[in-house]
C-alpha cells in the first residue's frame, strides 16, 4: 500500500470519527499516529515525529497570542462593555427605521474590535439586545437573528482568533491578517446594517411592529460610555498598527489595560476575575490542543504526500484559479453545517495550502476567504454553533431553534453576497496590508 493511500484511508478514518462524534483533536491526533505508523513502519518513530510536531506547535511564539486574546476578551465581557458598546451603537442609530437592531450590529462590531471571539458576542448580545428589540416591537425570531447575524463579527474584525489560529496554520503574518481582516469585516457590518434597514422598509412583517425609538442618552453620557472602549481598540489595534507593539505584546497590553479599567471602574471583582481565569485556562487548552493536533496531522499529511498529489491532480484538472477557490469555498461552506469554525480550519487548511501556494494566491486573501466562508456555517442548519449558543443562553420555549435559524437566513445571504465581492475584489481585503 503506497503512501498516498494510506494518507487518503487516514483522511477517510478521521472523517469517520468526526461524524460519530469524537472529539476533533483526537480523532486528527489518532489518526496521525496511525497514518504515521502505516507509513513508517514503526510506532516508536511515528511517536517520536509527533512528539516533535508538538514540541515545535508548543515553542511557536505566536502560541502566546491566543491566552492573551481571550483573556482580554472575558475581561471585556464580564466588566459589562457589551452593554456600554450596546448603549453607544444605539444612541448613533435609533433614528433610523430598524435603528435599535442597526445599534445591535454597530455594538457587536465595537465588541468585535476588543475580543475577537464570536461566541462571546453571541452570549453576550442574546442577554443585552433580544429582550431590547422584543420590548421595542420586534419579532422575536427577527431579534435573535439579528445577534446570531453579527456576532459573526467577531471572527473577522480584528483581533480574530480564527485570524489567529490561520496565521499559525499558514505561517503567515497575524498583524497582517489583522489589517486585511478590517474592510472584509466593516463592509460586512455595513451590509448587515442595510439589510436590517432594508427589511424595515420593505419587508415590515418579518421585523415586527416596531415602536419609536429608545430613550436617547446624554452627550456625556455616551462619551463616558464610549471612552473606554475606545481606549482599549486604540491600545491594541492601534498599537499593531503603529508597529509598538508585536500581536503577542498588543495582546498582553490589552489584557492589562482591560484588567484596569475593569477594577478601576469597580466594575471587576476578585471573585469575577476568578471566573474569567478559570474560563480563559478551558478555552485556551482548547485551542492549544487542536493547534498541536493540527501540527501532527500536518505531518502526517506531509509524509503521506496527499496535498502534493492533490495539488498535481488541480494542475492536470485544469481548474484554473476559480475553479479551484469555488470548489474549496463551497467545501468549507458545507463542511460548517456539520463542524465547527476551529475544526474546519484544521481539516482543509493544511490540505488546501500546497495546491494554493503554487497558483501564487495570496495567503493573507485566502485566510480571509477561508474565514468568511467558515463564519457562514456559524448561521447554517443543522450545526450552526451560534445559532445554539444563542438559544441556551435566551432560555426561553416560545423561542426555538428553527426561529432563530430562519431569523439568521438573511443574514447567512448577506455573508455571500459580502464573501462574493472579496473574491471578485481582493482589494477589499489586501487594499491596507503594507
Request: glycine share 12%; net charge neutral; proline share 5%.
Amino acid at each position: 500500500m503506497t503512501s498516498f493511500v494510506i494518507g487518503l484511508l487516514s483522511l477517510a478514518a478521521m472523517g469517520i470519527a468526526v461524524m460519530v462524534g469524537l472529539f476533533v483533536p483526537i480523532a486528527l491526533i489518532a489518526c496521525s499516529f496511525v497514518g504515521v505508523w502505516a507509513i513508517k513502519g514503526s510506532p516508536l518513530l511515528a511517536s517520536k515525529l509527533l512528539a516533535l510536531a508538538a514540541n515545535d506547535a508548543i515553542s511557536s511564539y505566536f502560541f502566546g497570542v491566543v491566552p492573551l486574546f481571550v483573556l482580554m476578551g472575558f475581561v471585556v465581557s464580564e466588566a459589562g462593555f457589551g452593554r456600554d458598546a450596546f448603549d453607544v451603537a444605539n444612541a448613533m442609530f435609533r433614528r433610523l427605521k430598524g435603528g435599535l437592531g442597526v445599534g445591535t450590529v454597530g455594538a457587536n462590531a465595537i465588541f468585535a474590535a476588543i475580543t475577537g471571539i464570536s461566541i462571546a458576542s453571541a452570549a453576550v448580545f442574546t442577554k443585552i439586545a433580544v429582550p431590547q428589540m422584543i420590548r421595542h416591537g420586534y419579532a422575536p425570531r427577527f431579534a435573535a437573528g439579528v445577534v446570531a447575524g453579527s456576532s459573526v463579527l467577531g471572527m473577522m474584525i480584528p483581533p480574530s482568533l480564527l485570524l489567529i489560529l490561520f496565521g499559525i496554520l499558514a505561517e503567515q503574518s497575524i498583524g497582517d491578517l489583522f489589517i486585511a481582516g478590517i474592510g472584509p469585516g466593516l463592509l460586512l457590518a455595513v451590509f448587515f446594517g442595510l439589510g436590517i434597514v432594508a427589511m424595515a422598509t420593505f419587508a415590515p412583517r418579518s421585523v415586527g411592529m416596531l415602536s419609536k425609538g429608545t430613550e436617547s442618552l446624554h452627550r456625556s453620557e455616551i462619551w463616558r460610555k464610549a471612552l473606554p472602549i475606545v481606549s482599549l481598540i486604540l491600545l491594541v489595534l492601534g498599537g499593531i498598527y503603529a508597529g509598538f507593539f508585536t500581536p503577542v505584546e498588543a495582546g498582553a497590553m490589552g489584557s492589562i489595560g482591560a484588567l484596569t479599567l475593569g477594577f478601576a471602574m469597580g466594575r471587576l471583582s476578585l471573585k469575577q476575575l476568578w471566573t474569567v481565569l478559570v474560563e480563559t485556562g478551558l478555552v485556551t487548552a482548547t485551542v492549544c490542543f487542536l493547534i498541536i493536533a493540527a501540527q501532527m496531522y500536518s505531518r502526517m499529511l506531509a509524509l503521506s504526500g496527499v496535498p502534493s498529489g492533490l495539488g498535481s491532480l488541480a494542475t492536470d484538472a485544469d481548474l484554473g484559479f476559480w475553479g479551484i477557490m469555488l470548489i474549496y469555498v463551497g467545501i468549507v461552506i458545507l463542511m460548517g453545517m456539520i463542524l465547527d469554525s476551529s475544526s474546519i480550519m484544521l481539516i482543509l487548511v493544511p490540505l488546501m495550502l500546497p495546491v494554493v501556494i503554487p497558483m501564487q494566491i495570496d495567503l493573507i486573501w485566502f485566510g480571509i476567504v477561508t474565514v468568511l466562508a467558515v463564519e457562514i456555517g456559524l448561521l447554517t442548519p443543522p450545526f450552526g454553533l451560534s445559532v445554539y449558543v444563542i438559544k441556551a443562553t435566551l432560555d426561553d420555549p416560545s423561542i426555538s431553534l428553527t426561529d432563530i435559524f430562519r431569523g439568521a437566513a438573511p443574514f447567512a445571504l448577506i455573508m455571500l453576497v459580502v464573501l462574493a465581492l472579496v473574491l471578485a475584489i481582493p482589494q477589499i481585503a489586501t487594499g491596507l496590508v503594507p
